[in-house]
């Protein structure tokens, strides 16, 4: 049986979020909840938590969390850690003994800065340093990879239903002001911890609903600037995509949802002057980044959630909103069962993207 | 007659029983292959110079008419085909060059043929375009490396020209004088009413067809003929021909019987004359010459006018891409080995250069490998004969396609492959002005224009059952192909999965 990355494998999903405006932390309990009331979405073969605002005492390090196959290559890949960065704080990652959760790995997690003299002799900036390093675990160490990688976030994920992944993680122990979950419904059975989403790089994470028509049309042009789709997945080559836009580019998650889910030309066409020249030159310039085919994607990120469907909305999306809380999710019941008395709830239009930004009381 | 030795290759079949002697035959064929015979009130054919363009077959009102290979034949021999021995007739009588017209007629393998498309089943949806939008507009040029933003933060507009047209089909170069007037403004209004290209080839532009510059790429080619500063300014774009898929390695011929009146003065050279363009441009010996050629032409035109470099698909074609893609081009056009000509040797047309499916993926991976496949839009051609053609190209990393021969074929012409002799029934590669008022431009266009909103809607239909509304999503999207019938190197190079994988 091939493994996610040798084989490329659609799946259906489960996705769902919140977020405090203002940036207050809550426990993981509720993600749990909301995420369990959609198990009928998920097949058992994969679940998964991101989770901002975690790790307040190490804010400024990076947090890898890493899965090993054996001993032998957490060694490896430690020699490589060592050499690349000044490990502040390295420990398993708690977990709860459960029956739905088996064959996992190691999961180990590291607090980690890269070596100054390293970081100057690679000439790159601090996060692209990181990110060539994550990569090179990935793609060098067999039997390592590493899953979570940002600043005061982590990514939770494992073969299983997400309400019991979120229970063998403790979810409920740790606090942030953001967590997205994902529940899985893959069309075979990789049995791979790796593949389970979310997927993240830095501090981004990708939950995703969906399966992309332009994947290979993405993939190909994304791996032009240096990243390597590992796992096949659409989570994955819209998580590069994110990366690259925001961090390399630097357009604004507006600017993001106006490449990746772009308004037709027709309805370019219609835009005062001003807004139809932005438009233009956005579709032009990032014409392979344009996204095609059903997706509701989540993406976390440094300060904030953005919610984005596909043009067409081919998946079903729903936003509700509850004083200083956000809630999104693929279905309102998820919303509904952690918190009844909604002040709002819609469902975004196509295209058109839902940004929380906390460093800004909310808004995008 | 003196003695030739051939027989004919095709026999004009006459049904006697519904021939009424009407003459319309006798008076369409430029060959003269039909002949009155008014003591027996009979036509008879000489097969011997029909070169079964279907001109009477076409207009015969009775369908009195028909060609059929003639199957007379030499004894069996596998090595030495009927073909094989009427061409060293051919040249032991003449002493001369084999010249052919039209695309590689050869048994190559078509690697079109042996791709196969995806459509959504269950886990993605098909997209339904008569319901949905679903684009078909493209943008071709070079984009720059950065975004720039002003003191807002605004973004700024800084794209190089750029040509954006409304599907990724354009008409390839076919010079005025090649074919007739009524052909070039046939395609001139077809594009401009499609929004879309046309190209002028190397002879230069009538002053007729200025008016259509927004839809016009003018090209100059190593003859350099009809190049001037205000043909260079009218058009949208302006081709480097550096190499023609027909025939690689050598330049456009164009017979001085063809170069008459307009002609004559739009590729600014006597009544008469032979254009015979130089095989290399001879101020390009290398590619850092060609970089001083696209810099020329971009100073000429004030940096207003993307430029594309038009090459033939041949051996080491990802190199030479790689080169120009560095070369301050801002479009590369790969010509196959089956794309048309007026006029080309025989034995170079059938057997230089490479298919253009393999050029294609070979250059697409090649640009991609080194990053600077963002530096060039790629356009293909070289026998794209259906939109489904077009489809495949795009999945496999073109940005655009080149139709020439289909564009031909739609005006009217029957492929009989004898542009060379300028005698064209269908008044298309001819410049006998009788023949030429056969096109009847109102008409040429509107079929032009049909067929491209036939394959417009072709390729809206199969963009859909793959779940794509926009073809730039479609573009280099090699995983929607797949092989059949290929063996594992034609796939590596096609960068394809066979069928079942």
């Known amino acids: 049986m091939q493994r996610e990355g040798q084989v490329r494998i659609p799946s259906g999903c489960a996705i769902s979020g919140m977020i ?13 909840k909301s995420i369990a009331v959609m198990h009928e979405r998920s097949n058992g073969l994969g679940g998964g938590f991101a989770a901002y605002g975690i790790y307040p005492e190490y804010k400024d390090f990076y947090a890898l969390h890493i899965f090993y196959e054996s001993s032998a290559v957490k060694r490896d890949c430690e020699d490589f850690l060592e050499r690349h960065f000044d490990i502040i704080n390295l420990s398993k990652i708690p977990t709860r003994k459960i029956k739905e959760i088996t064959d996992e790995p190691l999961i180990w997690r590291y607090f980690v800065t890269p070596l100054p003299t390293k970081l100057a002799d690679s000439q790159l900036d601090e996060r692209e340093f990181v990110a060539k390093c994550v990569f090179r675990v990935n793609t060098r160490f067999d039997g390592a990879y590493v899953f979570s990688s940002g600043k005061d976030m982590g990514v939770f994920k494992a073969v299983g239903f997400p309400e019991d992944v979120g229970r063998f993680y403790r979810l409920e122990d740790y606090e942030g002001w953001c967590f997205t979950a994902h529940g899985r419904y893959p069309t075979n059975t990789p049995g791979w911890w790796g593949g389970a989403h979310p997927f993240a790089l830095l501090d981004y994470s990708v939950v995703h609903n969906g399966e992309i028509s332009s994947y290979d049309a993405n993939r190909r042009a994304i791996e032009m600037y240096g990243y390597k789709c590992t796992l096949q997945t ?32 027709q309805t370019i066409e219609r835009m005062e002057p001003k807004e139809r020249e932005v438009h233009e030159y956005l579709r032009v310039m990032f014409s392979a980044q344009l996204i095609t085919g059903p997706f509701s994607i989540l993406v976390g990120f440094d300060g904030g959630l953005m919610a ?57 | 007659m003196a003695l030739n030795y051939l027989y004919p290759e095709y026999e004009v079949v006459r049904n006697y029983e519904r021939c009424i002697a009407c003459r319309v035959c006798e008076r369409q064929c430029a060959n003269k292959a039909h002949e009155f015979l008014p003591d027996l009130n009979k036509i008879v054919c000489d097969d011997a110079k029909c070169v079964n363009c279907h001109r009477c ?28 021995i009427d061409e060293i007739y051919r040249q032991a009588g003449s002493g001369g060059v084999l010249l052919s017209s039209m695309g590689n007629p050869e048994n190559y393998p078509v690697y079109f043929d042996k791709i196969l498309l995806n459509a959504s089943q269950v886990t993605n949806p098909s997209i339904d375009p008569l319901r949905e939008p679903m684009e078909t507009k ?24 750029r040509i954006s047209i409304s599907m990724p089909v354009m008409f390839s170069a076919m010079s005025y004088g090649s074919i007739s007037y009524n052909a070039h403004e046939s395609l001139a209004r077809a594009a401009e009413e499609l929004g879309i290209l046309y190209n002028t080839g190397e002879g230069g ?16 080619a190593s003859g350099r003929f009809g190049v001037h500063p205000e043909y260079l300014n009218s058009g949208a774009a302006i081709e480097i021909k550096m190499g023609q898929g027909a025939k690689p390695g050598i330049g456009g011929h164009l017979p001085g019987t063809k170069i008459i009146g307009d002609v004559s003065r739009a590729r600014m050279i006597p009544e008469g004359s032979d254009a015979i363009s130089p095989a290399p441009h001879h101020d390009i010996y290398s590619i850092e010459d060609l970089r001083q050629l696209v810099y020329s032409l971009k100073e000429a035109t004030g ?16 190199a030479i891409a790689s080169g120009i893609a560095r070369s301050g081009a801002d479009i590369i056009a790969i010509d196959g080995f089956r794309g048309g000509t007026g006029a080309a040797p025989t034995r170079i047309r059938d057997h230089v250069g490479i298919p253009v499916e393999l050029a294609l993926a070979g250059v697409d991976k090649r640009l991609r490998d080194e990053g600077i496949r963002d530096n060039v839009s790629v356009i293909v051609s070289g026998s794209i004969r259906s939109s489904v053609d077009v489809v495949k190209a795009i999945a496999l990393g073109a940005d655009c396609v080149y139709i020439a021969s289909s564009a031909l074929i739609a005006m009217g012409c029957h492929l009989c492959r004898s542009c060379h002799a300028g005698k064209c029934n269908w008044g298309i590669a001819t410049q006998v002005p009788e023949l030429v008022k056969r096109l009847n431009p109102d008409m040429g266009y509107k079929r032009l224009v049909n067929l491209l909103t036939a394959w417009r809607h072709e390729i809206k239909e199969l963009m859909g059952g793959m779940g794509i509304n926009s073809i730039e999503s479609l573009k280099g999207n090699r995983l929607m192909l797949r092989g059949v019938g290929l063996n594992e190197k034609e796939l590596e190079i096609l960068g394809i999965k066979h069928a079942g994988e």
Not at chain 1, 235 to 250: A, C, N, S
Not at chain 1, 257 to 263: F, G, Q
Not at chain 2, 64 to 73: L, P, R, Y
């Open chain 2, 138 to 161: 493209i943008s071709l040029g070079a984009k720059p490396h950065g975004i720039e933003r002003d003191e807002q933060g605004r973004i700024v507009n800084n794209l190089p020209p």
């Open chain 1, 308 to 364: 984005l469907n596909d043009r067409l909305k081919l998946r079903s999306m729903v936003v509700g909103e509850k004083g200083d809380m956000v809630y999104i999710a693929s279905e309102e019941s998820a919303i509904r069962l952690i918190e009844p008395a909604l002040d709002t709830i819609w469902a975004p239009e196509g295209g058109r993207p839902v940004i929380i930004n906390i460093n800004n009381g909310g808004k995008s």
């Open chain 1, 234 to 265: 659409d989570t994955e080559v819209i998580t590069y995509i994110i990366d690259y836009l925001h961090r390399k580019k630097g357009l604004s998650f507006t600017e993001i949802a106006a490449v990746i889910a772009a308004p037709f030309w």
């Open chain 1, 20 to 32: 405090d405006k203002t940036g207050r932390r809550m426990s993981g309990e509720a993600i749990i």
């Open chain 2, 205 to 220: 532009l009538h002053e007729d067809f200025y008016k259509f510059g927004a839809n016009t790429i003018v090209q100059v």
């Open chain 2, 303 to 318: 940096y207003k006018k993307p430029i594309i470099v038009k090459i033939a698909a041949v051996h080491n074609v990802t």
């Open chain 2, 57 to 84: 077959v076409s207009l015969c009102p009775t369908r009195a008419i028909k060609i059929t290979a003639s199957n007379n034949t030499y004894k069996n021999n596998a090595n030495w085909s009927g073909k094989t």
